[in-house]
Structure formats: structure tokens, C-alpha cells
């Protein structure tokens, strides 16, 4: 992992610009050292004022003032987000994007259809890990459950949908959202109702209650979320032999409202949950504490996705920590699958998802015995993505669906019906019908 001095050594006096408005952003302008001239801070849903004694800048005046660096201070899935937001105008602009850690975020992977040139810990090896501890935590959100969505932030867009299906506009929805969240979370741990009585303060909308849109939130996302299986019945194997297993997780989702989630992908084997916002201190501040309070002097290993916030965070209050990747980082490893450059709308991004949350779904699907499942069959993966594609665009039209469907599939066995896929092709039908 690169130092910030091995980052920054190449643009000793440029200009550049910190993106992000978190602590995280704090804590690196109050140690500045480095002969970079820092011209402003960037977001994505804010282009003015001042925070940490910086102006507030537009992404489009940091091109126009010839910076050349913008560096992600942010959570991982969260720079992947702010890379997709502003790769088209630091491409056009040769500015580069690296994050924390000096990992270039405008890198672009090659499309891979077989997953064993992936890496990450295996089944047996965690299982052989597990075995020197007493106890087992788990991160909640992309590892043991997923969204069936390529960002988090997806669900205030989709949300914002809903409310709009309902006759409520709120100007700028999205952005508000998630704009109250990071300004609460600076100080505390907040609620989603919390988060939503600020924001309707903040921003004088007078249209919905907070109640009403926390509760609205809280219905699209838990629709959206699917279990890891795999990882779940290693997990469910754990707990039966014994061993203590408890969920620790960063949200704004209170300890009851996790349980319902975990019940509604059928995992109930666990001894407790512990949630940041129901603790009121997270994983990077307190909330290793509060579970060393609950194992009682057992050991422990913790399991998650995020470098920061589970593996480092963990081992910085004495728990061992193991990271497994989530869909998402799986999903980069293999290229996104030749999809990057068509995801941008909501709906391209919902359907990417998808995609991911059923192929990409098991962290351990680099495992030689699965990698073999895309291995050579780039044209079932890309019936499949259009197949969803049509599903979710059809509008309840069994008609159009079909005929699509079906010349979808006849072109195709159209374009390798000589080739060496041709049975691929043949068996596509049954392996849609597993979706």
C-alpha cells in the first residue's frame, strides 16, 4: 500500500483536489505536508462554500484550473461510485483519480468470463481460519447479503422514483439524501429517520414526513436484498457446532430492522446484532469495543468486505479480521464483464446488478470448481443480461417481452451456430429458467 508521500511525490507543485467532504478529509488536510497546491474540496451534490477552511469547487472549475489529481477521500465502494461520476470529464481533462491508497480508479480491467484468475481467501481456508477462534463476527451489507443494484446510493434514486409514482417531487431527492446522511454522520451515528428529519428541516420540504420516507427507504431497500448463500450456510454450519456468531454493522438501520432483513433472507443463526447507529459509535470508532463487551474474553475473527472499515478497524482493537470481497469487488476483477462503459442510467445499473447479485453471488466463486461457470460462454452471460434487460423494461407486455426474447435468442443462434458454442447457446433456455 502506497504512503500518501509515494502518492502525492509526482504532483509536488500541482494543483490538486481532495474529493469528499468526510472526516476522512479532515484528518488528511490537518497533517498537509506536501508542496501540492490544494485549490478546493469536491462532491457530488455540493459546488459551493467552505468546509475544513477549503472552498467547495465544482468538478468542472478544478478541470478549468489545470488540477491534475483528484484524490478519493472515501470508503471503497463509495470511490468506485465517484469514479463512474467523474470519469468522463478527468479522461477528457487528463486528470488522474487515485484513491487513498494509490489505486488509479480510472483503470480499466479487461473482460473476463472465468474467475479463476481472481483472488480472495477460499471456503477451506476460512473454515481452517475459523478454527483457532471462539467466536465468528460479520459484516452485514455486501457480505453475507447483497443488493440487487450496482451502488448503494441507488436506493434514494429508486426511491425517489417511488415518491414521484406517488405524486411527491422533492427537488434534487437524491442528492439531499445522501447530503443529510454525511453531514449527521460527521458527528454521530444517526437513524434513517433521523436522517430524514434534518434533511426535511434543512432543505423546508414540507411535502412528506420523515416517518412516511424512512419507512418508504426501508421497503425498496429491503426489497432489494438477497442473501450470499454460500457464505450464509457456511455460517448457519458455524453456529451449529457451536461458536457464537454476531453481526456488526455501519448503518443507519436500528437492531430491529436488521433482524427483519436477516429473517427475510432466512439466516437466523446468530447470537446478536450490533449496528452503529444502535451503539451510536462505528466500526472505525467504538464498535470492536462494544463487541469485546459481548464476547466476554473470548477470541474472535471478523469477516467482512472493506479494507478500512472491517479488516483494519478490527485488528486496530485486537480481533483478528479476514476479508471476503463482495460482489462488487468481484465484479471489478473480472472487468465488470465488458459492461463499464453502458453502465449509466439507474435502470443500466439495477440491471447490472442484478446480473451480479445472481452470478457473482457466492464470495468464493473464484473456487476452481465454479470458476468454470463462465469459462467460454461470454454469449450466455450477455442472453442473460439482455434477458433481464427486456424483463425489466417490458412493462407487464407478455407479448413484446416474448418476441423480444425470442429474437434475442434466434440472432444469437444465428451468430454461432457454426461455432464451437453452438450447444452453449442451445442450453440457454434451461439455464435462464434458474433466474
Request: charged share 20%; net charge positive; hydrophobic share 35%.
Amino acid at each position: 500500500m502506497a504512503t500518501f508521500s509515494q502518492i502525492l511525490q509526482p504532483y509536488q507543485g500541482q494543483k490538486i483536489a481532495i474529493y469528499g467532504l468526510s472526516v476522512q478529509t479532515e484528518n488528511i488536510l490537518s497533517n498537509w505536508v506536501w508542496e501540492c497546491e490544494m485549490i478546493g474540496l469536491l462532491d457530488g451534490y455540493r459546488t459551493s462554500g467552505e468546509l475544513y477552511g477549503k472552498p467547495i469547487i465544482s468538478m468542472e472549475y478544478a478541470a478549468a484550473s489545470g488540477v491534475k489529481l483528484v484524490l478519493v477521500a472515501a470508503r471503497p465502494d463509495s470511490c468506485k461510485v465517484i469514479a463512474k461520476r467523474i470519469e468522463k470529464i478527468c479522461r477528457e481533462n487528463h486528470i488522474a483519480v487515485l484513491d487513498c491508497q494509490g489505486n488509479n480508479l480510472l483503470a480499466r480491467k479487461t473482460a473476463s468470463y472465468h474467475f479463476a484468475a481472481g483472488t480472495g481467501i477460499t471456503k477451506a481456508q476460512l473454515s481452517q481460519l475459523i478454527t483457532r477462534y471462539e467466536a465468528v463476527s460479520v459484516d452485514l451489507f455486501d457480505t453475507l447479503v447483497m443488493r440487487q443494484t450496482l451502488f448503494p446510493t441507488d436506493t434514494f434514486e429508486l426511491t425517489d422514483c417511488y415518491l414521484r409514482k406517488k405524486g411527491i417531487e422533492i427537488e434534487d431527492f437524491a442528492q439531499k439524501r445522501l447530503g443529510s446522511e454525511k453531514y449527521l454522520s460527521r458527528s454521530g451515528n444517526p437513524t434513517l429517520q433521523e436522517i430524514y428529519a434534518y434533511m426535511l428541516e434543512q432543505y423546508s420540504v414540507s411535502s412528506a414526513d420523515a416517518e412516511t420516507l424512512a419507512r418508504l427507504e426501508w421497503s425498496v431497500d429491503r426489497n432489494l436484498i438477497v442473501p450470499r448463500e454460500e457464505l450464509c450456510e457456511f455460517l448457519r454450519g458455524i453456529y451449529r457446532q457451536g461458536k457464537p456468531v454476531y453481526i456488526v454493522s455501519d448503518t443507519f438501520y436500528t437492531k430491529n430492522q436488521l433482524a427483519q432483513l436477516l429473517e427475510k433472507c432466512g439466516f437466523t443463526c446468530y447470537t446478536d446484532i450490533l449496528s452503529s447507529c444502535g451503539c451510536q459509535t462505528s466500526k472505525t470508532q467504538q464498535l470492536f469495543e462494544r463487541l469485546k463487551d459481548r464476547l466476554q474474553g473470548k477470541s474472535c475473527i471478523h469477516i467482512g468486505d472493506s479494507v478500512v472499515a472491517d479488516v483494519e478497524s478490527a485488528e486496530k482493537h485486537g480481533i483478528a479480521a479476514c476479508r471476503i470481497y463482495s460482489g462488487l469487488d468481484l465484479l471489478e476483477q473480472v472487468g465488470y464483464l465488458g459492461l463499464w462503459d453502458q453502465i449509466g442510467s439507474l435502470s443500466s445499473r439495477v440491471r447490472t446488478g442484478m446480473l451480479a447479485a445472481r452470478l457473482l453471488n457466492s464470495p468464493f466463486q473464484f473456487e476452481s470448481e465454479k470458476a468454470e461457470m463462465c469459462k467460454n460462454r461470454p454469449v450466455i452471460l450477455a442472453f442473460c443480461y439482455l434477458h433481464r434487460c427486456y424483463a425489466i423494461s417490458s412493462s407487464g407486455c407478455t407479448v413484446t417481452y416474448r418476441a423480444a426474447i425470442l429474437k434475442i435468442y434466434g440472432s444469437l443462434r444465428e451468430t454461432v451456430i457454426s461455432s464451437k458454442n453452438c450447444m452453449t447457446v442451445w442450453k440457454v433456455p434451461r439455464i435462464l429458467s434458474t433466474f
